[in-house]
């Protein structure tokens, strides 16, 4: 089956039961799936940069989704989107 690369590719695999984004293990350590989706698609992300999510599912691990930002980045993106 072909997935339409502009719709979110969902994780269906280990998922954080508390708040729901999806784990996957690196080198024997545990890292959201997102993170290394978009490790994986662009490269290293900077320390203490977070990778945030346009669509807002949090087991979605599209790269075409997510997009890097700081803390602060993090909370107004939450509060333009509610």
Known sequence: MLI???ECIIWDKFTDKK????????????????????VEAFGAIPNGIF???KCDARNC???????????????????KKN
Do not use: W
């Not at 080198?27 to 959201?32: E, F, I, N, Q």
């Open 61 to 79: 691990v599209n790269p075409k989704h997510l997009f890097l930002g700081t803390q602060a980045d993090n909370m107004l993106d939450m509060c």
């Open 4 to 6: 339409d690369n502009e």
């Open 51 to 53: 990778v945030l999510h």
């Open 19 to 38: 708040n729901g984004y999806g784990i996957t293990s690196i080198k024997g350590k545990l890292v959201k799936a997102h993170r290394a989706a978009r």
